[in-house]
Structure formats: C-alpha cells, structure tokens
C-alpha cells in the first residue's frame, strides 16, 4: 500500500545535491511538496464528496480510475451492507 502523507515526508526531506543553483532547487523542491500535499488534500476532499453523495461510491472510484491504494490512501474503508428485518417476517 502506498503510503501518500510519507511519500510526501520523504520529498520534503530529498537530499539537495546542487550546489551551484542550491536555493532556487531547494525553493522549487518545496513548491513541488506544498502542490502535492495541496493535491492530495483536494483529492481527500471530493473523495468523501463522492462518499456522501453517490448511489454506488465504487462506480464513481472505478470511472475516476482510482487504484486501490490511492482509494485506502484518501479514506475508503470498504463497502459496507446494512440489512435489517421486520419484526414477523419471514426471513
């Protein structure tokens, strides 16, 4: 499983070896960090969108074409089925 929020960590914390241009790589390579995490917080965002608001959340992840680890990464826990019976029906 990928783990998104360490990924992001580990670029964050990528060795610098430019010596010659070392500021501007290291304001770029933050930059790239702060979009990512900016990405994937928008990205957690309409996943729970499509959550509360989809008659079949994993039509919406499938057509989107969402990986499995990405899915788990950004909150889906697995479709559940709530079944209940009527007090004196028949089963």
Same mark, same amino acid.
């Given at each position: 499983?990928?783990?998104?929020?360490?990924?992001?960590?580990?670029?964050?914390?990528?060795?610098?070896?430019?010596?010659?241009?070392?500021?501007?790589?290291?304001?770029?390579?933050?930059?790239?960090? #702060?979009?990512? @995490?900016?990405?994937?917080?928008?990205?957690? &965002?309409?996943?729970?969108?499509?959550? !509360?608001?989809? +008659? #079949?959340?994993? @039509?919406?992840?499938?057509?989107?074409?969402? &990986?499995?680890?990405?899915?788990?990464? !950004?909150?889906? +826990?697995?479709?559940? @089925?709530?079944?209940?019976?009527?007090?004196?029906?028949?089963?």
């Amino acid at each position: 499983m990928v783990d998104y929020a360490d990924l992001i960590k580990r670029l964050r914390e990528w060795p610098r070896v430019c010596v010659e241009y070392k500021d501007s790589v290291d304001e770029l390579h933050d930059q790239a960090a #702060d979009a990512v @995490e900016e990405l994937f917080k928008a990205a957690k &965002s309409m996943h729970t969108w499509i959550f !509360l608001n989809s +008659g #079949d959340e994993q @039509e919406a992840y499938d057509e989107c074409h969402l &990986s499995d680890e990405l899915n788990v990464a !950004l909150g889906y +826990g697995g479709s559940c @089925e709530i079944r209940y019976e009527r007090v004196g029906e028949d089963k």
